[in-house]
């Protein structure tokens, strides 16, 4: 059925965000676009001031469906947005804070849905069993480099969705990616995402990402329901943060995402042995690879943080002048080799 969210408030808002995705764009938006629902849906695009076309093809589609699209153009200079480390982080806040409907859709602008009854399943699934917080679903990964596509990447490799009864357990699988959650194919509550946002603002402003801190809250608002089937297709761009062919730019960004763990784990009183043990890791490859030992001297310090005989040798690697290069092309090789997800999995 077709609406018109000018004269129709929306059930579900499908929220996009994107910047510098001129390549993929279109795709993403054609994909909502074609979703079939018995129930309205708005598409509201929040479009970061891209410098490659993007936002010149979102005005194009917003003015081509202003019936069934929202489209709001950021600005660089927003006042607020300084308070954020990352501005991905602060476009998926702001978005979703500007969404209208009860349930709302997550989707960045490289990636896209595949099926055209997504909204309507995950809606169905949400309106049957009220004590669900978040409905997900398996996902395709398409590699831009190679062309690859793994198709139902969940089920390809063997990803098991079990719901751990003991919620600090549950929490620390979804920190590691045990518990794996594309956010192309999250569908949540509007309101639940909105209070989670008011009540731990600083989680989302200090850290450079959003979801995992995102799903680790829903978990406070119900149970985690996960359809089997693909939904939606996850895109490994040639270079990203965290799909990077730079070891260093790659371990800057792990590192960072590791102090995500600590802070949910003492945020939520998890033991925190697993999460300190995966910082030290991290920032021990970073320290190996950019030279900046400052923060790893400062963990190596904290009696807290424990290095084990591996992690106490690549400690000891990164204060020596001569080992630590030989040490750092060494890595950079066996990454080069193996950054590629298609070449490790």
């Not at 129709?8 to 995705?21: D, F, G, M, Q, R």
């Amino acid at each position: 059925m077709k609406f018109d969210i000018r004269e129709t408030v929306p059930v579900v808002s499908a929220s996009l965000i994107t910047y510098n995705h001129a390549p993929y764009i279109r795709a993403c938006i054609d994909s909502m676009l074609g979703q079939k629902t018995d129930f309205p849906f708005e598409i509201c695009i929040g479009e970061d001031e891209s410098t490659d076309g993007t936002r010149e093809i979102c005005i194009e589609y917003a003015e081509k469906y202003p019936d069934r699209i929202r489209l709001i153009l950021r600005s660089q200079f927003d006042p607020g947005r300084e308070e954020f480390r990352s501005q991905g982080v602060y476009n998926y806040v702001e978005s979703a804070k500007a969404c209208l409907g009860r349930y709302i859709a997550l989707c960045d602008g490289d990636d896209l849905w595949t099926d055209p009854l997504k909204l309507q399943k995950q809606f169905d699934a949400m309106e049957a069993n009220p004590s669900v917080a978040m409905v997900h679903s398996d996902y395709d990964i398409l590699d831009e480099i190679s062309g690859k596509r793994i198709r139902s990447a969940n089920k390809k490799r063997n990803v098991k969705h079990v719901v751990n009864d003991d919620l600090a357990i549950f929490k620390l699988d979804i920190i590691h990616r045990k518990y794996s959650i594309s956010p192309c194919t999250a569908f949540m509550r509007t309101r639940d995402l909105l209070e989670i946002f008011d009540q731990s603002p600083e989680l989302f402003k200090l850290l450079p990402m959003g979801d995992t801190t995102t799903w680790c809250e829903l978990t406070n608002y119900g149970s985690l329901y996960y359809l089997e089937e693909s939904t939606g297709i996850y895109r490994v761009l040639p270079e990203s943060d965290s799909n990077s062919r730079s070891a260093e730019k790659k371990y800057k960004f792990v590192n960072q995402a590791s102090n995500l763990g600590v802070m949910l784990a003492e945020k939520y009183g998890l033991p925190v042995d697993r999460v300190r043990a995966s910082k030290v890791k991290n920032c021990n490859r970073y320290a190996l690879l950019s030279g900046d030992i400052a923060e790893i001297n400062s963990l190596y310090a904290d009696p807290s943080y424990r290095f084990s005989f591996n992690e106490n040798c690549v400690y000891l690697t990164n204060q020596s002048r001569l080992f630590r290069p030989v040490a750092k092309k060494i890595y950079e090789l066996k990454y080069k080799l193996n950054s590629r997800y298609f070449n490790t999995h």
